[in-house]
């Protein structure tokens, strides 16, 4: 039988030989807000990883049903008509850095309209317009190889346009087991630092940010002898609930 110390180092020495170099793309808030008297907006996509990323963004537009059902139409590469504009729509980040999207809405805000946007590294092509050609693109396919493009993975980033006559209308109820928030009015409205903890001072779940859209109900479970707290953020406005089971 292997001497348990020979046999741990040898574990260590097979991690170290699987581990693969590749772009790993990265993003702060997974939902941006592009307020009513805004057009423009500016997001960093980091490159975490040990090689050069080579990123393209998607756009779609969403729509959400009376249930809140995400439905998407059909995407656009880099730019929509008369909706969202990400640019640029490729991107090329090295190792340890970072490239600026800077999203501009130049479509009509007489509702509020929502937009999946993702950021995606892929493996570059001469065509790809990336601006390599065949021999840099096939050199960069062997330095990552199989083991590194299946680490290859994106995210999306949900972009919401909020309409140039926002109404707020947030009504919470408290019962049959649940935190009942209703947004009645037509611009989505946020909870902030959504947190539940015990009565008796302490372990505390983390805490999130939830964005209900308009029409939408959120039902939030209670557990007795439990304190939920969060800010609700309507516009500029925000206001400390707390609700104590």
């Not at 170290?16 to 997001?43: C, G, M, S, Y």
């Not at 006559?165 to 037509?186: E, P």
């Amino acid at each position: 039988m292997m001497p348990m110390k020979v046999s741990v180092l040898l574990s260590l020495l097979l991690f170290n030989f699987t581990i693969v170099a590749a772009p790993q793309v990265q993003i702060n808030d997974l939902v941006e807000v592009v307020d009513h008297d805004r057009t423009t907006l500016q997001k960093q996509v980091y490159n975490l990883g040990d090689m050069t990323a080579f990123v393209r963004t998607e756009v779609r537009e969403v729509e959400y049903d009376k249930i809140g059902q995400e439905h998407n139409r059909s995407a656009v590469d880099g730019v929509r008509e008369n909706g969202l504009h990400i640019s640029p729509a490729r991107m090329i980040i090295p190792s340890g850095s970072f490239q600026v999207s800077r999203a501009l809405y130049v479509g009509p805000r007489d509702k509020e309209r929502y937009f999946r946007v993702r950021f995606s590294p892929t493996l570059p092509k001469d065509e790809d317009r990336f601006g390599l050609n065949k021999d840099e693109a096939n050199d960069y396919h062997k330095k990552l190889g199989r083991s590194g493009f299946q680490l290859l993975s994106g995210y999306g980033v949900l972009y919401i346009i909020k309409p140039v006559k926002g109404v707020y209308n947030t009504i919470i109820t408290n019962d049959g087991g649940f935190i009942n928030i209703l947004n009645g009015g037509n611009s989505s409205i946020r909870l902030q630092g959504f947190s539940e903890c015990k009565k008796n001072g302490g372990d505390c779940g983390l805490s999130q940010d939830i964005f209900i859209t308009p029409g939408i109900t959120k039902n939030m479970p209670k557990k007795p002898g439990h304190i939920y707290s969060f800010y609700l953020v309507e516009n500029d406005d925000s206001v400390k609930k707390t609700v104590i089971e």
